[in-house]
């Protein structure tokens, strides 16, 4: 019997949103238990793009355009636009250079743009914001295992936050916030007081090796983005998930009973 085909790969994109308050934290959300994906898991903020998000008026709303590869606009538009969905934050500048810090009506049409019902691009339009797609740095590429059901191609950016950049959950796929340490997370998994899926877990413990927003920042532009595409393989025990040794994270392999 031939087997299925792998499920089409979704592009994706996601946030790490990180500051130094006055201890090194970054952003995670928790999923609302009744999501088909990660459900009750600590996740960043993020998801799958969007035909909005590859319209090409956004050239003229947003800054740094023509320093950033074609192909990365949409998904840098995506990141930004599921941080505002999610968390309510927008990444942009008004045309004095300031950076946006909330807006009441924005917050009002959050559940707008989140259901397709209104672009984001109107969004911004209307509050006269220029996304900054240079605040964004990339940080890691994970595409989903051809074994799962759903698959996606996951840009991870790193982002510092403001300090008037404040979190407000969605209430629908997001139900809380909480800005932790990450090597802290990583202990309350552990432990079991925190759900923590796989990629999740191997980039917080990328980003514990650095010690600020500053440094995680430089490491991420120092650092050659290998993709990682998780395998199985067999040992002794059972099947394991291995990941590429020269990705940055060392030499992993996770029991595939443990993966989540």
């Known amino acids: 019997m031939s087997q299925p085909a792998p499920a089409a790969i979704r592009p994706a994109a996601t946030i ?17 238990h009744q999501i088909d994906f990660a459900s009750g898991a600590l996740v960043f903020p993020g998801g799958k793009t969007a035909d909005g998000d590859h319209d090409p008026a956004w050239s003229d ?26 968390i309510g934050i927008i990444f942009g ?7 946006f810090e909330g807006d009441d009506w924005a917050a009002s049409v959050r559940g707008e743009v989140d259901r397709g019902e209104r672009p984001f691009l109107e969004v911004v339009e209307r509050l006269g914001l220029r996304l900054d ?9 994970w595409i989903t295992p051809d074994m799962m059901p759903k698959r996606f191609d996951t840009w991870f950016y790193l982002a510092t936050a403001t300090d008037d950049q404040l979190a407000a959950c969605d209430g629908r796929e997001i139900v ?22 796989f990629p999740t877990r191997m980039n917080l413990q990328l980003l514990g090796e650095a010690c600020s927003a500053e440094d995680a920042t430089e490491r991420a532009r120092n650092r050659t983005l290998v993709p990682v595409l998780p395998k199985v393989e067999q040992r002794a025990g059972g099947g394991v998930l291995v990941i590429p040794p020269d990705a940055g994270y060392g030499a992993v392999e996770e029991p595939m009973s443990a993966i989540r």
């Open 93 to 99: 500048r008004y045309p004095s250079g300031a950076a």
């Open 133 to 141: 797609l240079r605040a964004l740095t990339t940080f890691a590429r």
């Open 16 to 32: 790490l949103l990180v500051r130094d308050d006055p201890v090194f934290e970054v952003l995670m959300v928790k999923r609302h």
């Open 176 to 197: 809380d916030a909480e800005w932790i340490r990450p090597l802290e997370a990583l202990r309350l998994a552990a432990e079991g007081q925190r759900t923590i899926i």
């Open 61 to 86: 709303h947003c800054d740094g355009w023509d320093e950033v590869e074609a192909e990365q606009r949409p998904l840098r538009i995506a990141a930004i636009r599921e941080a505002y969905e999610e």
